[in-house]
């Protein structure tokens, strides 16, 4: 017997392949630096699908969200929105839903990251709107406080990253190991299927390979690529890592 349409308009709950987008994985986000806009941005993502493939490592990319189209039409790794409103699609103006970035060719989205913070609710309706459209939600945690809550939307990605260390030549892994410890611990007591990446900071082989030690399953990562001499060179020492 059919089940009654459901007549609330919501799309039905689609369940995320637990690591969607990869594991280990490595996301390039490239925030709004100059050099990682427009073309910048395609250059990057142009050579992290490349070097990604002759590796065997899992990347994504995460462009400024005018560049999301840009990407998706031109390459087929992941690319991820920084970020999207909790908000139906409708009359709204400036507003970024997430059936925004999906109809932009979007695998997903950063959810709370520390550089546009959520509220707790806001960041709940986040992650639960794009789990509706299948999308991807990298959730985004300041300290293990916050990935404690934040596990217990079972999302299937939570990044843990210091702001304080965010931009910085101190890696989170060399850093704060024991913030990496706890935050995977706490999120296996909660979520078993969630990856738990980690960021800030990360410039090296040695700093990749540390976070994997410490239960990591994969690096958030900006300016060690963004502000880098040779985007190439330095992509390719992050991947050194895995
Ligand atoms: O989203 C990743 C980012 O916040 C880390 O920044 O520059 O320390 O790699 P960065």
Redesign the pocket.
Known sequence: MRSAPDRSGAAPPRRIEPAALGRPLLLV?LKTYPTALGAGAERIARTLEELGRSTGVPVAVAPATPDISRLTAQLRLPVLAQHVDPVDPGPRTGFVPPEAVAAAGARGSLVN?S?HPLSPSEGRETALRLNRLGLVAVVCARDVAAARRLARLRPPYLAI?PPD????DRSVSTARPEVILSVVRAVAAVSPETVVLC????HTRHDVEKARELGAQGI?????VTRAPSARNALAELLAGF
Do not use: D, R, T
């Open positions: 986000n990251h550089e990253e260390l965010i931009g910085g960021g800030a900071g990360v958030l990562v900006a300016s060690a």
